[in-house]
């Protein structure tokens, strides 16, 4: 079976560049992008490349190239379900806020309400294929209520997900290690599978499609993203025992990196990750562990999230020890607020409980990133619900200006690793700053021996001081 119509529901973070990506790689296939976000799909649609509602570098060619042409952005989600053979999933699946598993499980609201909606709408057969991250087993609940509720039509579920990480999504989409497909071991189910092999194998080479069972293919997907996060984990860990032996977790993560077996990606200490999946995903898990009676093994997960929020609390700690245990009144600046650099998104960002622990002191905090606006930073803190939103606006300001933000500032947070914090006039900043003038770099990007020099007082993760 060779598609012609694909129909996306979702345009966030994921939907987005995925579908722009197969719309410039498979120009035979009309790929049709829905949210019932009008707003968020007008940004999609809208003249100025430069703000599209997810900024990811290279987005804007791929964009610019495929819209208008085959790859097309609307809120029209029946129509766009029914003129397509195969449908993507990609909405979002946070973790639940309220009832049972809450602060814990998946909410699959959105997931459920997609099913039942291409139920609705659809009037053919139809391949259907889960892109959001799901907990294992989540195809057998979609494929109930499309059976149940579809009108006698057949629908195939795929697992297909995503493992793009912000700030590289297009060239993780462009140059993937590996797509994943799951589908169902009966003939229906591997001709859907390969439906969706040849649309990938437009541009990635065959060996690195790897298809499996259903359930395998949503496990590994939670798999990954919690070894991803051990080993963020478990840098972090180290950090703190380097602290406090002199010793430096630049060069410990260099010489075990060194090993093959366990290789040096994915080894930079840091004040914590963030992002909108690892914390989610890890605690879906442990969820998932402990309702089939596993708490050992929920146990172990749940440690690589005990062992992030400890590092993010001791970051905050450290700078208001530093600062003569009161950061009162003190202005404190924050570079960068987005979870990693060359994102605008900022969902999780360590930066969030960073600020948060020290708003709870009464410190001042001045923030500049260079991609996230004023509101998304106040709507971060007010989502806390940790004090009043009028609070939040009179603790904390947001410039535009990196040496506007350090002017008179007892200290300087370094949260992100945007590379332009490098290339600052550090001198210049000094001079700005009220003495003595501390500099807390939560990503161990700076030059801290010229700082130093400067007269900095230098606080890094996992080094010494
Ligand atoms: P997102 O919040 O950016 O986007 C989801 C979109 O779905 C929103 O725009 C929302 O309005 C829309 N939506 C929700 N319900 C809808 C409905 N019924 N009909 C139409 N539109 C609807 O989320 P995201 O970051 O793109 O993540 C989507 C999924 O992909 C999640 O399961 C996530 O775990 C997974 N994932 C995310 C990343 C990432 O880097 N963000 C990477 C891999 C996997
Ligand atoms: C992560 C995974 O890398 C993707 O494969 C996955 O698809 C995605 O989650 C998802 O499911 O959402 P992402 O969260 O976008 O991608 O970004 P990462 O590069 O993984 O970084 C996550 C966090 O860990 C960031 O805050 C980053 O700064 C931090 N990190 C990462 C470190 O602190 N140290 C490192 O060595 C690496």
């Known amino acids: 079976m060779k598609v012609s119509k694909i129909c996306c529901i979702g345009a966030g973070y994921v939907g987005g560049p995925t579908m722009a990506v197969i719309a410039q790689k498979c120009p035979e296939i009309t790929v049709t992008v829905v949210d019932i976000n009008q707003a968020r799909i007008d940004a999609w649609n809208g003249e100025d490349l430069d703000k599209l509602p997810v900024y990811e570098p290279g987005l804007d060619r791929v964009v610019a190239e495929a819209r208008g042409r085959n790859l097309f952005f609307s809120t029209d989600v029946n129509k766009a379900i029914k003129e397509a053979e195969m449908i993507f999933i990609s909405v979002n699946t946070p973790t639940k806020t309220y009832g049972e598993g809450k602060g814990m499980a998946a909410d699959l609201k959105w997931v459920e309400l997609c099913a039942r909606q291409i139920a609705a709408a659809s009037e053919k057969n139809k391949i259907v294929v889960e892109k959001s991250t799901l907990p294992v087993r989540t195809a057998q609940a979609v494929k109930d209520i499309l059976d149940n509720t579809g009108n006698g039509l057949k629908f195939q579920i795929l697992s297909n997900p995503e493992f793009l990480a912000e700030g590289t999504a297009v060239e993780d989409l462009l140059d993937p290690d590996r797509v994943l497909i799951g589908g169902d071991d009966t003939p229906e189910g591997r001709e859907a599978i390969n439906a969706l092999v040849e649309i990938y194998a437009s541009w990635v080479p065959k060996d690195r499609i790897l298809t499996t069972n259903v359930w395998s293919s949503e496990l590994s997907k939670l798999t990954a993203n919690a070894f991803l996060a051990q080993r963020v984990s478990s840098i972090n860990a180290i950090s703190e025992l380097c602290e406090v032996t002199e010793a430096d977790v630049s060069e410990v993560a260099r010489a075990i990196g060194a090993d093959s077996r366990i290789g040096s990606k994915f080894l930079k200490a840091s004040v914590g990750f963030g992002g909108s999946c690892f914390q989610k995903d890890i605690l879906n898990m442990v969820y998932i562990s402990r309702s089939y009676g596993l708490h050992e093994v929920a146990d172990y997960w749940e440690q690589v999230i005990k062992m992030n929020d400890h590092q993010k609390a001791r970051f905050a700690k450290n700078i208001i020890r530093s600062l003569y245990n009161t950061v009162n009144g003190k202005k404190i600046t924050f570079l960068g607020w987005a979870f990693k650099k060359d994102t605008n998104d900022t969902r ?44 939040n606006r009179k603790y904390v300001t947001v410039v535009n200006d990196p040496y506007e933000a350090c002017l008179d500032s007892h200290a300087i947070a370094l949260l992100t690793e945007w590379d332009e914090f490098v290339s600052y006039d550090w001198s210049k900043i000094y001079n700005a700053m009220l003495q003595p003038a501390q500099l807390f770099d939560g990503r161990n990007i700076l030059p801290h021996q010229d700082l130093k020099k400067i007269g900095f007082r230098v606080s890094a993760i996992g080094k010494s001081n």
């Open 348 to 391: 999780e960002s360590a930066a969030i409980y960073v600020a948060d622990h020290l708003l709870n002191e009464q410190a001042q905090i001045c923030v500049y990133d260079p991609k996230v606006s004023a509101e998304k930073i106040y709507a971060d803190l007010d989502y806390l619900n940790t004090r009043s939103s009028e609070d």
